[in-house]
């Protein structure tokens, strides 16, 4: 072999020698963090069955560009009829503003979930409300069979300035709770324990987790209401219209079991 040959093989093993070997890919796919921390460290996380590999695949209700999956109701115009485009997507955003007082409703129905939204509220307000909180609310446990009403049975997670986090039961809809219960009319309600909301304008996080009878209301990370012997254990999800502007940013779920 030619001296330069020699040092042009040299060379190369030289390079291959000294360069950084490429380390086998060990990172774990199932990666804690992604579980929602309220899950994490949930009393129950044992019986949550779809969380044991980590890799409980998340379903993504509102995908950011339009309303598939949903359906709207208002008092006014009823069933899929949006007459005055009061549900709008923008920028990315489920964006209600409007006076005619309805929902946008999951066309499926689910069960055992944990289920995260995130709104802010809009400056307008409409009658009857121009002069109260804004409103609105999560109801979940929509059963199939029932009819659409302004108020169908189901269960609340209210969305209200200054309630945020209380149940209504809605429809016929019973409960029990360890936190104080009143009565309003035909509806049950439990007040939560704190207010932990953030002020108008600023983002919130709510969060609901639905296993078996139970269910339990999260602010901002901070457990503020729960009930148990649900009378409805599944059905469709729904976000209300109630004569306030707000924006929906984030409306995700996660199976548990």
């Known amino acids: 072999m030619t001296p330069h040959r020699i040092i042009g093989c040299t060379l190369v093993f030289m390079i291959f020698a000294c360069s950084p070997k490429k380390q086998q890919d060990t990172t774990d796919t199932r990666r804690p963090q992604e ?9 129950e996380k044992a019986s949550f069955t779809k969380l044991a590999d980590g890799k409980a695949e998340r379903i993504t209700l509102f995908n950011g560009k339009d309303l598939s999956g949903w359906y709207t109701f208002t008092q006014k115009y009823g069933k899929n009829n949006d007459a005055e485009n009061q549900f709008l997507t923008e920028n990315g955003m489920l964006h209600f503003d409007g006076e005619p007082m309805g929902y946008l409703c999951t066309n499926d129905s689910y069960k055992d979930y944990y289920l995260k939204i995130v709104f802010r509220w809009g400056e307008k307000k409409y009658p009857p409300r121009e002069d109260g909180p804004r409103d609105s609310g999560v109801l979940y446990h929509f059963p199939d069979t029932a009819k659409n009403t302004l108020w169908p049975m189901s269960v609340e997670c209210q969305i209200q300035e200054g309630d945020c986090g209380d149940y209504w039961l809605i429809g016929g809809t019973t409960a029990d709770s360890p936190n104080k219960n009143v009565h309003e009319g035909a509806q049950g309600r439990f007040i939560r324990s704190g207010n932990f909301e953030n002020p108008t304008p600023e983002w919130n996080t709510v969060e609901v987790i639905c296993y078996d009878d139970k269910s339990e209301h999260y602010v901002n990370g901070h457990l503020v209401n729960q009930a148990y012997n649900l009378s409805v254990t599944g059905g469709k999800i729904l976000l209300q219209l109630e004569a306030a502007e ?7 779920l996660l199976p548990l079991k």
Request: aromatic content about 12%.
């Open 35 to 43: 579980i929602p921390e309220i899950l994490q460290n949930h009393s």
């Open 246 to 252: 707000i924006f929906y940013k984030t409306v995700d």
